[in-house]
């Protein structure tokens, strides 16, 4: 899968949209790095109309096989913690100058427009890319103002979390740092969401998805249903 860089202090690009039509079936599913252009996952079916945000998976991905350590240094099953509970995961750094703390503050906003029950079954998990930087007290530090303090954030090391990327079809490199001091990170910006009926993740939003067009979709999500 090809990447494309983030340089700290870069300024995110819009998105293509993933479809043109009203329905359609494609062998690859359109990922887009954050903050910079689309990339692809072979073998990976979709359907969606241009005027929804989320993408439909005709072959949903099988939740992560991942325990990692959570914010207060315990560790996290990430399969049995929230197994049955719809669920929203995201792969970014605390150090993202735009995506990431845009994604979280969005997901946030919607999620407060949820009946106080279905705020509560939500699961939103935020899985560090740069877990040499964000370790379990940067995460609980940062999560509760980039996000909500209810977000799980998960850490570890890259190459189990890298692993565990790849089995939902988002592609991360390890942080790179430039001459000139910057970090350089390539990671896919996208949210994957999980049925809480089948612990499937079977919806994918872009990076330039807004607050209220999860606000419209996640009273559906929370039970399960397309969007």
């Known amino acids: 899968m090809h990447l494309q860089k983030t340089h700290e202090g870069a300024r995110p690009r819009r998105r293509t949209p993933l479809l043109a039509a009203a329905l359609v079936a494609v062998t690859a599913l359109t990922l887009s790095a954050c903050g910079g252009e689309a990339t692809s996952t072979p073998g990976v079916s979709v359907e969606a109309t ?46 993202c100058p735009d995506v990431c703390p845009l994604t979280m503050s969005n997901i946030a906003l919607a999620r407060k427009k949820l009946p106080k029950a279905d705020q509560d079954r939500l699961q939103v998990v935020f899985v560090t890319t740069d877990p040499e930087r964000d370790t379990s007290a940067e995460l609980a530090k940062w999560l509760p103002g980039a996000g909500d303090p209810s977000f799980i954030g998960l850490t570890g090391d890259f190459p189990t979390i890298q692993a565990g990327a790849r089995q939902i079809g988002i592609g991360i490199d390890p942080p790179k740092k430039e001459k000139d001091g910057s970090v350089v990170s390539m990671h896919g910006a996208q949210v994957i969401a999980f049925s809480p009926r089948t612990d499937q993740g079977y919806v994918v939003y872009g990076e330039d998805t807004s607050a209220e067009e999860y606000a419209k979709d996640l009273p559906k999500i929370v039970k399960g249903e397309n969007p």
């Open 50 to 95: 241009p005027e929804k945000a989320g993408t439909v998976l005709d072959r949903p991905f099988e939740k992560p096989n991942l325990v990692l350590t959570d914010t207060k240094g315990k560790p996290y099953d990430l399969r049995e913690r929230t197994k049955g509970k719809p669920t929203l995961i995201y792969f970014g750094y605390t150090h």
